[in-house]
């Protein structure tokens, strides 16, 4: 099943400011969750929250840049700005879970009772169901508009709920067998887990600033269209070196068409464009480079490539 098409109302940058305003409202019924129980559990919940909103922040700053037309400095574009996002919230979730490691161990050191514990679950439940909402939402529309920065922030509301789930089962269980050492292992728990999150968006940004190549199935319908195009010419003309890669929504494709060295220009300008075209069909957002050369001749950088020991 696809996606329905994206709405202007789930644009990166819409959902983006909706996620800083439901950042502000969880910290606060988090904070009061932690103010009430005095769980540290909810503290290290509250915390990862605040990390949420200036993790929404900045990736709505890189999408905002993203969206720049290309310039002198910048010729292909400036869509790598979103990969800035998912790295900048991978260090701020280490610096949260830091945090809340140094918490959780004063508080196993140190167990105290915990207060009112139903209004901070309440609480606690009603940011969670939020974040839950905003997180599927936003997930979607990544794909829909291929946008790294909205992948990083909605993947981390995701964790930051299935954080909050666990906070609340151990809590439940803390109260109800009186072990409030429960509360401060899962505050540990859950820092662990987010350094792993954290360590994942980071390796995701370092990939896309890299030049990771295009995903194994747009390399696939890239080739499948390639091979149709030469088929379609009865085997006249043939491709070769492709290279792709991704930047934030943009796909870039660069190739080889090879041909007769006695057809005119004027065709070979003509089949150049009507590769672009099919390739465009099946590949949306893509930046198409192909260079024309006659049957049996190498680029030089083709033939350096070869030389090189």
Known sequence: MTDAP????????????????????????????????????????????LVNLVGALFALGMVTIAKRPADDDHPYGHTKAEYFSAGFEG????????????????????????????WGLVLSLISTALNGGLAMVMLRAA????????????????????????????????????????????????ALHILKEGGKLVWTSSQGLMDEAIDAETLTTIDACVRRFEAERGGAVHCDRLNTRRA?????????????????????????????????????????????????????SEVAEQNMP
């Open 6 to 49: 994206p709405s202007r109302w789930t644009t990166p940058e819409n959902l983006l400011r909706i996620s800083v305003v439901v950042a502000i409202a969880t910290i606060a019924f988090k904070t009061v969750a932690w103010a009430v129980s005095g769980s540290v559990g909810l503290l290290s919940d509250a915390l990862e929250s």
């Open 91 to 118: 260090l701020l979730i280490f610096g949260a879970a830091m945090a809340i490691l140094w918490a959780s161990v004063e508080r196993l050191l140190h167990p105290q009772p915990l207060d009112q514990l139903g």
């Open 143 to 190: 794909r829909q508009h291929r946008s790294a920065a909205l992948e990083g922030d909605g993947r981390h509301l995701l964790t930051d709920v299935w954080t909050s789930v666990g906070v609340v089962l151990g809590l439940l269980l803390a109260m109800w067998t009186g072990w409030h050492w429960l509360d401060a292992v899962l505050g540990i728990a859950v």
């Open 248 to 300: 934030g929504a943009l796909n870039f494709i660069d190739l080889h068409l090879h041909m007769p060295g006695d057809w005119s220009l004027a065709h070979a300008t003509r089949l150049r464009m009507e590769l672009e075209a099919a390739l465009l069909r099946d590949v949306p957002n893509a930046r198409i480079t192909v260079e024309v050369l006659p049957i049996g001749v190498q680029t030089q």
